[in-house]
């Protein structure tokens, strides 16, 4: 059986499933393991299905002994303890997740001569295009450390795939040959993530599933769900963790329809999405940053929940504007709330409609199960079988 080296620089789950789940989905088809220098695998389920090699094991910076920042700040130091890992293994196939931290792959393609898959997934393509000038006499050795190392993952990688077409585009502009590269959707799980039932005398729920920052656009959603509480009732769950937690927080202290849950497993945000009206995610540009994808849309879509996104990046590429979906200029608050107020106002068989046809798209065009198949054709054309 074809083996095929997962390889990543830090792995968390949850919330990077995507770094997995097509490796789950094709375990009958190939051989699978994982190679990172930290980890911290908090969902059982994942650690019990495929073997996870966490460089940082029996050194003082395994998992528990310190904080996941210190944690990641020693990727360095284990990067040989990893390679030796790796190169053990043998595989016949490496397939790397960001072109950034990616010297494992890249190292180990090379002396083992296997082939190298490269998937984009955003913040990674950017680091070529950040000018020098950005940063201070002190940063700037580290950034031409991270451009040189993304620039020999583009050279290195026998196959490059981006997440979206609009990622696609950026890449190219970042150096990616445009040869070597294609598109490849992530899928979706949806037998995992699929319609519940309504309680019928429910209020109306949005759903937000995201970092808590700027980014992902949290500060514009809660102002246009304060906005739209004065004349339609709704609650608002946020799912998620990071920098403006705290603001959030003190505001939902104050805003009784506003639930902060934190960040949760896979199981704990399909609980969130069950018998959801509505998702949202107002992703915008940060800095040259703007949203690759967007997966949790998708995740949304299969569990029968339409979803509003603003027009920013890849975002829009994640649902049919119109159909199961609403795709809201970037950063119009007033635009996102009246988005919101038309779909929690919908009747309901107008409601049950694009909420089917939410399902069927990612059942049709996003699936995990599609998504799989088209990763194991690449696999299987860059080892020759």
């Known amino acids: 059986m074809t083996r095929v080296a997962l ?17 789950l989905e094709l375990a009958d088809e190939f051989e699978f393991e994982f190679f990172t220098m930290v980890a911290d695998i908090a969902d ?44 053990d293994w043998a595989p016949h196939l490496i397939h790397q997740h960001f072109a950034n931290w990616s010297q494992l792959a890249v190292s180990s393609a090379e002396s083992l001569r296997v082939p190298m898959l490269l998937t984009l997934h955003g913040a990674d393509v950017y680091v070529p295009l950040t000018p020098l000038s950005e940063r201070s006499a002190f940063g700037k050795p580290t950034l031409r450390w991270h451009q040189r190392t993304v620039r020999r993952a583009f050279d290195e990688a026998a196959r490059v795939l981006a997440v979206s077409e609009y990622l696609a585009d950026v890449a190219v502009t970042a150096g990616a040959d445009a040869r070597r590269l294609a598109v490849h959707y992530q899928g979706i799980d949806t037998d995992l993530y699929r319609p519940s039932e ?3 005398d429910a209020p109306p729920r949005v759903v937000f599933v995201g970092a808590l920052s700027q980014a992902k656009g949290i500060q514009d959603l809660v102002t246009a769900s304060v906005e739209i509480a004065r004349t339609t009732p709704h609650e608002l769950v946020i799912v998620g963790d990071g920098p403006l937690r705290g603001s959030i927080e003190q505001i939902a202290s104050e805003q ?23 998702f949202v995610l107002p992703t915008q540009k940060s800095g040259r940053w703007r949203e690759a994808a967007g997966l949790v849309s998708l995740e949304a879509q299969a569990s029968g929940v339409p979803a509003i996104v ?9 649902l049919s504007d119109g159909n199961t979906g609403i795709v809201v200029e970037e950063g119009n608050i007033g635009a996102l709330a009246d988005a919101i107020r038309s779909v929690i106002e919908l009747p309901g068989n107008e409601w049950s409609a694009m909420s089917a046809r939410a399902r069927e798209f990612v059942v049709a065009e996003r699936s995990l199960r599609a998504s799989a198949q088209e990763l194991s ?9």
Not at 310 to 318: F, L, P, Q, T
Not at 377 to 385: F, P, Q
Request: charge should be positive; avoid cysteine.
């Open 198 to 200: 309504r309680t019928a």
């Open 377 to 385: 054709a690449h696999y299987l054309d860059m080892t020759g079988n």
């Open 7 to 23: 390889t990543k620089g830090s792995l968390r789950i949850p919330p990077t499933y995507f770094a997995v789940q097509h490796a």
């Open 44 to 87: 059982a389920e994942i650690a019990e299905r495929i073997r996870i090699h966490d460089a940082s094991d029996g050194t003082p910076f395994e998992s528990g002994r310190r904080a996941w920042s210190q944690r990641e700040r020693a990727i360095p130091l284990l990067f040989r303890r990893a390679r030796r890992q790796l190169r």
């Open 310 to 318: 603003y027009d920013s990046g890849g975002a829009a590429e994640m």
């Open 256 to 278: 009784q329809h506003i639930e902060v849950r934190g960040q949760l497993d896979r199981q704990g945000v399909r609980a969130a999405l069950a018998g959801a009206t509505v």
